[in-house]
T-cell receptor, first 111, second 115 residues
Framework: KQEVTQIPAALSVPEGENLVLNCSFT??????LQWFRQDPGKGLTSLLL?????REQTSGRLNASLDKSSGRSTLYIAASQPGDSATYLC??????????FGSGTRLLVRP | GAVVSQHPSRVICKSGTSVKIECRSL??????MFWYRQFPKQSLMLMAT?????????EQGVEKDKFLINHASLTLSTLTVTSAHPEDSSFYIC???????????FGPGTRLLVL
């Protein structure tokens, strides 16, 4: 059974810092891996999607990497801003298009 | 991008009543929709897969007689929480992939509070 783990569970950084969020999964037979952002009490916003054949994806200040063989992904956020404060969720998609989510990393960027 | 809506956004009900939550894909058709549940400070857990024109498939541990799912059209799936109890209080989110696509679009969620 696929399990997704995210470390750290919570992170507090001063504005301007670069930071890395980690995600690991137990079964490397994934279709893709996605990173989402969730604001308190809100739905999910898709940030980046990495296909199983890809190594990384970039969007603005965000860069996500995927090492399928080792079951790891990282989300790199450059020059963090207070508006980046949210919960970041990692999810892997299996062959039946089901998403299995990690428990998330709660990020606080202090002004 | 594609839009998925949910209604209601928030509902409070008494224990023992039933609550219906709607999930609509506004600008695309979806033969499949997914229902997730999220307890406070926890991640999303897949409850069931809603299939247009056929029975939903439920994840292990999810009672199909308690969480009734109907996918009557290519743009609408409903989740009915029957005989709701306080422990059913949660954030319910649906998602839908456009037909043939792997990207899922998420609804804004429905917060259910059972008193």
């Amino acid at each position: 059974k696929q399990e997704v783990t995210q470390i750290p569970a919570a992170l507090s950084v001063p504005e301007g810092e670069n930071l890395v969020l980690n995600c690991s999964f137990t079964d490397s037979a994934i279709y893709n891996l996605q990173w989402f952002r969730q604001d308190p009490g809100k739905g999910l916003t898709s940030l980046l999607l990495i296909q199983s054949s890809q190594r990384e994806q970039t969007s603005g200040r965000l860069n996500a990497s995927l090492d399928k063989s080792s079951g790891r992904s990282t989300l790199y956020i450059a020059a963090s801003q207070p508006g980046d404060s949210a919960t970041y969720l990692c999810a892997v998609m299996d062959s039946s298009y089901k998403l299995i989510f990690g428990s998330g990393t709660r990020l606080l960027v202090r002004p | 991008g594609a839009v998925v809506s949910q209604h209601p956004s928030r509902v409070i009900c008494k224990s023992g009543t039933s609550v219906k939550i709607e999930c609509r894909s506004l600008d695309f058709q979806a033969t499949t929709m997914f229902w997730y549940r999220q307890f406070p400070k926890q991640s999303l857990m897949l409850m069931a897969t809603s299939n247009e024109g056929s029975k939903a498939t439920y994840e292990q541990g999810v009672e199909k007689d308690k969480f009734l799912i109907n996918h009557a059209s290519l743009t609408l799936s409903t989740l009915t929480v029957t005989s709701a109890h306080p422990e059913d209080s949660s954030f319910y989110i649906c998602s839908a992939p456009p037909a043939g696509g792997e990207t899922q679009y998420f609804g804004p969620g429905t917060r259910l509070l059972v008193l």
